[in-house]
Nanobody, 126 residues
Framework: QVQLVESGGGLVQPGGSLRLSCAASGFTSDYYVIGWFRQAPGKEREGVSCIRRTDGSTYYADSVKGRFTISRDNAKNTVFLQMNSLKPEDTAVYYC???????????????????WGQGTQVTVSS
């Protein structure tokens, strides 16, 4: 059974940084994608970034380009989301998820993903 565990959330001031981690286990194949999503109160869950395990290809939402960086450590089956220049509007519960459906722009869509972590809260506030 695939399991995903997020960590690294917390309270940070505007302009600050956080690094989220997603530790994954239970995969039977190396051909999968890990995505980061977020959900603010009263809003839909939205794609933030995703990465393909095999070659490190990535996608980013326009709202985080230039501020967030997704990366992977295949030896540790862990994906990271480095978040810099954080804004109050980045406040949300952040989830990682995985799919082995394929790789295209739709990999940013939550409907593609089969397994989800429990989420970690990120709060950006002064």
């Amino acid at each position: 059974q695939v399991q995903l565990v997020e960590s690294g959330g917390g309270l940070v001031q505007p302009g600050g940084s956080l690094r989220l981690s997603c530790a994954a286990s239970g995969f039977t194949s190396d051909y999968y994608v890990i995505g980061w999503f977020r959900q603010a109160p009263g809003k839909e869950r939205e794609g933030v970034s995703c990465i393909r395990r095999t070659d490190g290809s990535t996608y980013y939402a326009d709202s985080v380009k230039g501020r967030f960086t997704i990366s992977r450590d295949n030896a540790k089956n862990t994906v990271f989301l480095q978040m810099n220049s954080l804004k109050p509007e980045d406040t949300a519960v952040y989830y990682c998820a995985t799919t082995n459906y394929g790789w295209d722009r739709m990999s940013m869509s939550k409907e593609r993903y089969d397994f989800w972590g429990q989420g970690t809260q990120v709060t950006v506030s002064s």
